[in-house]
C-alpha cells in the first residue's frame, strides 16, 4: 500500500479505505480462483494496483465518462481505476466467468457502486459505446485496436 502513497496522494479517506482492503479480498479469493500469479499476490500493490494506476498518472478522465477494461481479469486495470476515479462508469468485461465472480465480489467488498461486469469476449459487445477502453496484457496492440474501436463513441477533434 505504501507504493502507491510514494506516487499518488490525494486520496479521499475512502479510497485509501478501498485500497487498504484490496490486498485481503484479493488474497481470500486466489485462494479460490486463481486470479493474480501466486508469487505476483505479495507484490499486489506494486505489480497490480500501481501499474493500473499509471493511466490515471497520464489521463484525467472527467466524471460521467464511461470506460471499458477489455479482458478485465481479475479487475486489473478497472478496479484501482474505479477506485481513483469514483465519478466515472467503468465496466469490466471479460470471456472467463469465474473470473468476473472475483471482481463482483472485490468491487462489492469495498463498496463500488461505478463498476458493472459483464461475461463476454469484447468483439461479442454490440449496442453499448464508451469514451474510452483500457486493457492490461491481454492482446497485441493491433487487436485491442480492432476489439475496441466499434466500442468507441466518436468525438469531435477540439
Do not use: C
Not at 497520464?58 to 464511461?66: H, Q, R, Y
Not at 469514451?131 to 466500442?151: E, G, I, N, Q, Y
Amino acid at each position: 500500500m505504501e507504493i502507491i502513497l510514494k506516487y499518488f496522494s490525494d486520496f479521499t479517506e475512502i479510497q485509501l479505505q478501498q485500497f487498504r482492503q484490496l490486498e485481503g479480498l484479493y488474497r481470500e479469493w486466489n485462494e479460490k480462483i486463481n486470479v493474480i500469479s501466486r508469487k505476483d499476490i505479495d507484490s499486489l500493490y506494486e505489480k497490480h494496483v500501481l501499474h493500473s494506476l499509471s493511466i490515471a498518472a497520464n489521463f484525467e478522465l472527467e466524471p460521467g465518462t464511461e470506460v471499458i477494461d477489455i479482458g478485465t481479469g481479475g479487475g486489473f486495470p478497472g478496479i484501482p481505476l474505479a477506485i481513483f476515479f469514483p465519478e466515472v462508469q467503468f465496466h469490466l468485461a471479460d470471456s472467463i466467468g469465474k473470473k468476473l465472480k472475483v471482481v463482483e465480489a472485490v468491487a462489492e467488498g469495498i463498496g463500488l457502486k461505478n463498476v458493472t461486469t459483464q461475461h463476454i469476449r469484447a468483439e461479442e459487445i454490440k449496442g453499448r459505446k464508451f469514451d474510452m477502453a483500457v486493457s492490461r496484457a491481454v492482446a497485441p496492440l493491433k487487436d485491442l485496436w480492432k476489439w475496441s474501436r466499434p466500442l468507441l463513441r466518436n468525438k469531435p477533434a477540439l
